[in-house]
């Protein structure tokens, strides 16, 4: 087997360890399923009646893409609390010292984290569709939308590795949470941006997350199209496929070279 079949190998054996540990972790199996359900409740229908949607229709259909967009960016969170557990455990020590690629690590905890985020995902969409939202532009669109969040989702996981590497333990982590919450709510995710500040707007027309949400929106054919002449939401799918793309050519060679030298200190 050539290095690349040896690097797939380990990379999915790291990756079925992951999911394994998930499966005997019901606290965190019990988050996957009802945190997206409570998002919904809370701001589909509390925030929603005070709310209104730009040219009209209903919030619940306006507000799924952007809770889609907050769960892929949240997804950050989960990877660099899992990746900082397992090196404070001493988990990445034992990697290390195994005969393995070490590119394996940092690709079986993104792609465990994108099964997750998958699942996640799916069950959002489920409670979407019970509360009234729907989709309006076929299934090859849909299908889009869905495959440019969990792009987006998997260059977010590398990110988190990469932080999860650069912090020692999982109490340290978990102090980097809040600094991502401004993130999503910086954006078009619950409220339209035409009624923000100037200099806040153009933060919120440029934030990755904002382009991300109408990417969604044009694509699932809901309410909430964009009064803005800025690139990033005039062509919001090609813009988050580029984001996405741009962050994981910086964040994956960071990563994996982070790995690779964590254990000569």
């Known amino acids: 087997m050539n290095a690349m079949g040896w690097a797939l190998a380990d990379g999915w054996t790291v990756m079925r360890r992951n999911l394994t540990h998930l499966r005997h972790s019901p606290g965190e199996m019990v988050g996957v399923l009802i945190s997206p359900v409570i998002m919904i ?87 979407g569709l019970i509360v009234g939202w729907r989709v309006h532009n076929g299934l090859w669109s849909t299908l889009a939308g869905f495959g440019v969040l969990l792009l987006f989702t998997y260059a977010f996981n590398w990110l988190g590795v990469l932080l999860g590497l650069l912090v020692r333990n999982e109490e340290t982590a978990d102090r980097l949470t809040p600094l991502f919450f401004p993130v999503t709510m910086l954006s078009n995710t619950f409220v339209p941006t035409e009624g923000m500040p100037s200099w806040l707007r153009t933060i919120a027309e440029w934030n990755p997350v904002s382009a991300l949400v109408a990417a969604c929106r044009q694509l699932f054919g809901n309410p909430g199209a964009p009064v803005s002449d800025v690139w990033p939401l005039t062509h919001p799918v090609a813009a988050t496929i580029l984001w996405s793309l741009l962050l994981l050519a910086v964040v994956v060679p960071l990563a994996t070279h982070r790995y690779r030298i964590a254990g000569r200190r």
């Open 41 to 127: 409740v809370i701001f589909g229908y509390i925030f929603g009646s005070a709310i209104p949607v730009p040219g009209g229709g209903n919030y619940r259909e306006f507000l799924m893409p952007g809770l889609f967009a907050m769960g892929a960016t949240a997804a950050v969170m989960v990877t660099i609390a899992r990746v900082a557990a397992d090196n404070g455990k001493g988990v990445m020590d034992r990697y290390r010292s195994m005969p393995m690629a070490r590119s394996a690590v940092p690709f079986g905890h993104t792609g465990a984290d994108l099964v997750v985020g998958a699942v996640g995902m799916a069950i959002m969409a489920i409670a």
